[in-house]
């Protein structure tokens, strides 16, 4: 079946520190890809997404590639902030209309001043 | 509001008693998912609407679990005879365009 393998964390890093959490996916045909970030006593949101090979999403300085090549979407940021802090989820759905989304368990980021 | 609410957002239950959590999509959302988020892990599917039918009640883990949406927008998530096992944060989302999703605050469901 489908499933996501993401990075396990905690993940602690100093700001201006480059980012990368990496995520992989098993999955029949071709399912959209998603970064979702959950802040501290905040709900789940969007951080980007991608929905074919080679497509890279991006917003707020995060990127990741589409990769099917090695079924991957690694997350990326040149430069984190103490603010970036929060919990990061990999996650896949896997058709392009409305359909559950699964999610990865999730790397827990902290960034030091 | 413009985004998803939940209520309540926190319950404590004794073990036996039912629960029932409330959904309130986004306006105009016809899709509407449940997920349950146990602590340190990752979003489960539970079930999804598409307005008021439940195309998809596969991840509901027994029949313990009643969803429901009778006018195409609020859903109640109903647990029965709740155990210890079912504490956890449940999620609802509900869907825009192709296939985004926008969540809630969730309600978080401790079983003593």
């Known amino acids: 079946g489908n499933s996501v393998t993401q990075m396990e964390g905690p993940v602690t890093l100093s700001e201006e520190a480059f980012l990368t959490i990496n995520c992989t996916y098993t999955a029949t045909g071709y399912p959209s890809l998603f970064w979702y970030v959950q802040y501290p006593g905040e709900g789940l949101q969007l951080l980007l997404k991608a929905t074919k090979a080679d497509d890279k999403g991006s917003n707020k300085g995060f990127e990741a590639t589409y990769r099917k090549e090695t079924t991957s979407f690694h997350l990326e940021k040149g430069s984190v902030q103490v603010s970036d802090s929060a919990v990061y989820f990999c996650a896949l759905s896997a058709y392009s209309s409305a359909s559950k989304i699964i999610f990865g368990s999730g790397t827990r980021l902290s960034i030091r001043p | 509001g413009a985004g998803v609410s939940q209520s309540p957002r926190y319950k404590v239950a004794k073990r036996g008693q039912d629960v029932a959590l409330r959904c309130d999509p986004i306006?105009?959302?016809?899709?509407l998912f449940w997920y349950q988020q146990a602590l340190g892990q990752g979003p489960e599917f539970l079930t999804y609407?598409?307005?008021?039918?439940?195309?998809?009640k596969s991840g509901l883990p027994s029949d313990r679990f009643f969803a429901e949406r009778p006018e195409g927008s609020v859903s109640t998530l109903k647990i029965q005879r709740t155990q210890q096992e079912d504490s956890a944060v449940y999620l609802c989302?509900?869907?825009?365009?192709?296939?985004?999703?926008?969540f809630g605050p969730g309600t978080r469901l401790t079983v003593l």
């Open positions: 306006s105009g959302h016809v899709s």
């Open positions: 989302a509900s869907g825009g365009r192709a296939n985004e999703q926008f």
């Open positions: 609407f598409q307005n008021e039918a439940q195309l998809d």
